[in-house]
């Protein structure tokens, strides 16, 4: 390898490092964050903490979100910020990252389809007969990456590099799978003036890149407008974010000299702190609030909590899995380096929790049924429970790969390359 390569590669772990750090301790935070959610709404402040959060502080925005509340405000205004966060990763890996070329897209592509898929035919089938459920399907079809990674953190040596590697390539990937579906699945009634300006919007954005305009202010700017206008257009307002990340200019490389001149990096080292640590679990503890005071065995196995939870347990661990399967045995990719096939099953197993983008995807499912919201929350707390503790389980147990070298995918992961 030579010396600009090596440089190149060691830039990469270093800003993998950085990502899978950040990522564990938000998801750490995330899970403190549901917590202190759920003993508040089981308190006698339970009243309290749902009021405070509905409360109508204004203005009305749009018609369609009526006055505007705590919640909404989290939800449709601070989420987009996560979800130009969320853009802005799934860029770089794809222009210079782990997912930068079609060799490296091929182990984590197979895993991340069929990891959405069978969530969603697990629950259609299991709510088959309540047609007014339907609309759920997508809950529990994406992954919480910051809650995967936040427990694949507490395992330290047990969870390879390769390992981590491949949780967070099938999340990107399942990521794209989400914002598609929350664009095309759960998109109102469109209202083409709003929807012409965000395209005007769009453009100018895109003009001003192609003028290598690298000033933040013009693109804040300009990221703001497009909010708003996707908020009004009927497109959910948080796709906002993830298409203006593909409008910031962005210098193609490596280290602290590419980073100073890419408007991208600056911007999501601005915010990645801030999503992790604020916004996030701020989404969490205002969508975590269950209240478990009159919940019985019936609750549990209704169709809607039943579906969503066996949708992730089950769903995700076999559709993940049966993609690395098949990937690797039709030769379509290689098998990670250092790691077992019963390693590989348990990550399959972590992709179960959904949490955060489960949460998501049911406000949007269901947005004038507070009370199918509350039977989802069981599902996709018991799914993403379960699927946490058992799949840390077995990667305690599981014995390691007797060739694995810790320093063996230091630089690039085994298998998406």
Not at 23 to 36: D, K
Not at 111 to 135: E, K, Q
Not at 297 to 317: N, R, S, V, Y
């Amino acid at each position: 390898m030579s010396s600009n390569s090596s440089h190149r590669a060691g830039g990469h772990g270093s800003v993998l490092r950085r990502f899978l750090a950040s990522e564990a301790a938000g998801g750490v935070v995330l899970m403190l964050a549901a917590a202190i959610a759920i003993l508040i709404a089981n308190s006698p402040w339970g009243g309290l903490y749902h009021d405070v959060l509905h409360a109508s502080t204004g203005p009305t925005l749009s018609e369609k979100l009526g006055p505007m509340t705590l919640h909404l405000w989290i939800n449709d205004g601070l989420m987009s910020i996560f979800f130009l966060l969320v853009g802005m990763e799934i860029r770089r890996e794809l222009v210079d990252g782990h997912l930068a070329t079609w060799e490296q897209r091929r182990l984590p592509a197979l895993p991340a389809m069929l990891g959405m898929a069978f969530p969603a035919l697990i629950y259609l089938a299991i709510t088959r007969d309540v047609p007014s459920l339907g609309n759920g399907w997508a809950i529990p079809a994406a992954t919480d990456i910051a809650f995967a990674i936040g427990a694949l953190a507490l395992m330290g040596r047990h969870a390879p590099l390769s390992l981590k590697l491949m949780l967070v390539a099938v999340a990107i990937l399942d990521d794209m799978g989400a914002v598609a579906i929350i664009a095309i699945f759960y998109t109102s009634a469109l209202n083409l003036t709003a929807l012409a300006a965000a395209a005007g919007i769009v453009a100018v954005l895109l003009l001003l890149n192609r003028c290598r305009v690298t000033a933040l202010w013009p693109y804040l700017i300009g990221l703001v407008a497009l909010w708003f206008a996707t908020l009004l257009s009927g497109v959910h307002a948080t796709v906002a974010g993830v298409v203006g990340a593909f409008l910031i200019p962005y210098a193609s490389g490596v280290g602290a000299a590419h980073e100073a001149h890419s408007p991208l990096h600056r911007l999501e080292g601005a915010l990645s702190p801030w999503v992790a640590f604020l916004i996030v679990p701020l989404f969490g503890f205002a969508n975590a609030g269950l209240s478990l005071g009159n919940l019985s065995w019936a609750d549990l196995f209704a169709p809607l909590p039943l579906g969503i939870a066996l949708g992730l347990f089950l769903g995700k661990q076999l559709g993940v899995f049966a993609g690395v399967v098949l990937a690797v045995k039709s030769g379509l990719a290689v098998k990670p380096r250092g790691v077992t096939w019963a390693q590989l099953y348990a990550v399959s197993m972590l992709c179960g929790i959904g949490f955060t983008m489960s949460l998501f995807i049911s406000g949007l499912a269901f947005p004038t049924h507070p009370e199918l919201m509350e039977e989802a929350k069981i599902g996709i707390m018991l799914g993403s429970l379960v699927s946490a503790i058992l799949a840390c389980i077995l990667l305690r147990v599981v014995p390691k790969a007797r060739d694995e070298d810790p320093d063996a995918s230091s630089t690039k992961p085994a298998g998406l390359s």
